[in-house]
């Protein structure tokens, strides 16, 4: 039986099995959920850890997730081994099912210059993709679908509803890439939520389930990265996060791990004992000033990473 939803189906009378939310009462099931942030920020990044942990049942920033049949990705940007990828492979999850458009040799990108056709082509894309009943699908980044114009509110707003049923029709749910707008230089004049800085009509944050944002240490003027997310049913909730030695997300300590694997290198690997003075000489081209320095050896001396010599002297710790 063929249908107005792209593809050929069973009628809407045939049972369905109930959909499970991946998060219950943050990512919901049947919906479209966002993350937004600035470019080059590193959402993908952040995408492809929630999707390893989605798909080994961890716990999400103190959430358990339900079981999730499978996770499938269309990548809509770049390559995709120069790019989501090699985020992927670094989080675990090489193996995802995925559909990058920019790979596609037999997809012709004017089919795209029909904009009302494209939540259509969407689906085309994810159908690809094969996922069964109750799967999550990612969507990077999901602006090439909403309509042609970000800032028409109505056909944001359309091309929302218009995913959503198709979504369901399909019993799946989407996560969503989705870029924020460009930061005023003056502070005073910045969005009052990190929510609202995301690109275009308010009717893709209206129309959605649930924004999550990540904002970057230039925004914040902090030494780490926050994540929020923001749903309709549940209050916001703000996580401090860093990035480790692969670029990945985790919980911030602190001190952060990339500056922590620098502050390192400036040990002899073998173990040679070094000031403190010089270290701060040596720290000042990172650049790093004095303060975080001594924050940052005594997180690597209670890591057990360098030892305190004597007064004002540590050596690097070498494994044998």
Known sequence: MADDLGTIRAPLS?????????IPLIIPAGGISLLAGAPGIGKTALIATLARDLR????????????????????????WAEGAGEWFKRAGYPEIRYYSLTDDPHFNPKRLR???????LLMEFIDRLELPWGALVIVDPIALFLGGNLLDYDGCAVACLELR??????????????????LRADKKERYLRLQDQILG?????????????LASPAELGKDYYMFLWHSHVTVPETFCLERDEQGLFVPYT?????TQARVLNLFPPDGTEVTFGALVELAEALPLKRRQLKNVL???LADGRIEHVKHGCYRRIVLQ
């Open 201 to 213: 009509s308010t009717a893709i944050f209206g129309f959605t389930d649930t924004q999550m944002y």
């Open 298 to 300: 005594e997180q690597l």
């Open 165 to 182: 049923r198709l979504l369901q029709y399909r019993g799946l749910t989407l996560i969503a890439t989705a870029h924020s707008a460009k």
């Open 114 to 120: 029909k904009k009302w056709d494209r939540t259509d």
């Open 254 to 258: 602190g001190v952060d791990l990339g």
């Open 56 to 79: 080994d049942g961890r716990p999400i920033f103190g959430h358990q997730p339900a079981p999730v049949p499978a996770i499938g990705i269309v990548s809509a940007d770049r390559g």
């Open 14 to 22: 045939t049972p369905r099995p109930l959909l499970v939310s991946p």
